[in-house]
């Protein structure tokens, strides 16, 4: 006999799971913002932009479905646009010119 998982054990395993990767992903987006707003880094407002990309829309969808009829499509096609875009700005971080990173500096360097 295959055992069963309770119902109630799989909405606390994942609803405990979405709660991690809530505060973790808030956690990213926080931690690299501060690290943009210190250094004036602009790969890591990229990247604090990209994460927050994936995560605000993640807890979003997940309200809105639960209050609103929104279909499975919708769903799907919000979470990949976002993505996208997401990807989009953690690229551009990691490969942004070390020389031109730097807000407010168009001409690239650092303070000599």
Do not use: H, K, W
């Amino acid at each position: 006999m295959i055992p069963t998982i309770d119902t109630s054990f799989e909405a606390i395993a994942q609803g405990s799971l979405f709660l991690i990767l809530t505060v973790l992903g808030l956690a990213i987006v926080i931690v690299a913002f501060q690290g943009y707003r210190r250094n004036q880094s602009r790969p890591m407002l990229f990247l604090a932009v990209g994460f927050a990309a994936i995560i605000v829309p993640e807890i979003t969808m997940t309200v809105v479905t639960r209050v609103a009829e929104v279909s499975e499509f919708e769903t799907i096609t919000v979470y990949q646009v976002t993505n996208v875009f997401a990807f989009l700005c953690i690229l551009r971080a990691i490969t942004m010119d070390p020389g031109r990173s730097r807000a407010g500096d168009s001409q690239g360097g650092l303070d000599e």
